[in-house]
């Protein structure tokens, strides 16, 4: 297998402000984190509220710089994070359908090839040409998830959005996912779903005050994260 993406020494800090910094607050974010995805790999990264996991997700995805470290990768780079991330509220489901797939790196030819698909996988077919302002959560979501793995990138990086519509519609965007990881696809997944995570991760990071306590094989750092949340 090959490295799909590496991590080495990534640190990110927010300075505690000046009126605060009497009370001794650390500054928050990432620090010193290092590792390897390789292709076809799952890894779930868990931890509690505030930890830095979201964080670290839109540093692999380049959204933001670390201070210091590098963030290395092969191959196209799909986010999808938050309900309605990347798209417009004044334009339809169709356009903002384009427009994430541009924001991809996908030409309007490889658009127009998946178009139909996508509107077919998102349920949107009464919708999908009004604004997208009218959508509601559920259905953005929806349209995020179709978009973001209508074109298989070399890596998804999802943060929470699987856990978002009804019952059967998570389980066809986990199907989907796993689908894209059987075509050397690899995936790195936020989320505080420890039952999902345990059934589609081949493997799982433990963040802590921005920091890696455990990299290891699913029902180990499942266990170790239990006992920090006790403490």
Do not use: W
């Not at 010193?32 to 670290?56: D, M, P």
């Not at 990768?73 to 938050?82: E, H």
């Amino acid at each position: 297998m090959s490295t799909v993406m590496r991590l080495e020494n990534i640190t990110l800090e927010y300075p505690v402000p000046r009126r605060y910094r009497k009370d001794n607050i650390k500054p928050s974010g990432i620090r010193n984190v290092s590792f390897e995805l390789e292709q076809g790999e799952v890894l779930g990264i868990i931890g509690r509220n505030g930890s830095g996991k979201s964080t670290l997700l839109k540093m692999m995805a380049g959204v933001f710089p670390p201070n210091s470290g590098t963030i290395s990768s092969k191959g196209a780079v799909s986010l999808l994070a938050g309900v309605g991330v990347g798209f417009n509220k004044e334009l339809t489901g169709r356009e903002n359908a384009y427009l994430y797939g541009a924001l991809m790196g996908r030409s309007r030819k490889q658009i127009d090839e998946l178009i139909d698909e996508i509107q077919s996988f998102a349920e949107l077919t009464h919708h999908f040409d009004r604004p997208f302002r009218t959508f509601s959560s559920g259905m953005r979501a929806r349209l995020g998830i179709s978009v973001a793995t209508a074109f298989k990138p070399d890596l998804l990086l999802i943060d929470e959005v699987l856990g978002v519509g009804d019952v059967s519609f998570r389980e066809k965007s986990q199907n989907r996912v796993k689908d894209l990881i059987k075509t050397s696809g690899s995936v790195i997944i936020v989320s505080h779903s420890l039952a999902m995570l345990k059934d589609m991760c081949t493997r799982m990071i433990l963040i802590e005050d921005g920091e890696i306590l455990i990299d290891g094989e699913p029902d180990a750092v499942i266990t170790k994260y239990r006992e920090v949340l006790k403490n």
